[in-house]
């Protein structure tokens, strides 16, 4: 599996967890937890498990496209 697919995967489940979690704590399931604590908890995780490997990907691609535009440029 691609790392773009693994990224793409992990940000649907974060969201999937946050709006989970939002619905449980306005039905009353979840009553200590606050709205805000519950999205900035999953952007944490977003931050710490696919930040860089995003980063990564964005740097990838630009060199890719440097090297590409190079190529094309010396022909």
């Known amino acids: 599996m691609k790392m773009k697919t693994v990224s793409l995967l ?12 939002s619905v449980l ?7 200590a937890g606050d ?3 519950i999205w900035k908890s ?3 995780a977003y931050g710490i498990s696919m930040g860089p490997v995003d980063f990564n990907i964005c740097r990838d691609n630009w060199i890719e496209g440097k090297e590409t ?3 094309d440029h010396d022909e």
């Not at 704590?25 to 009553?31: D, E, H, Q």
């Open 10 to 21: 992990v940000k649907i489940f974060l969201v999937a967890a946050g709006f989970t979690l």
């Open 69 to 71: 535009a190079k190529e």
């Open 25 to 31: 704590k306005w039905c009353g399931i979840l009553p």
């Open 35 to 37: 709205i805000g604590e």
């Open 42 to 44: 999953c952007a944490f």
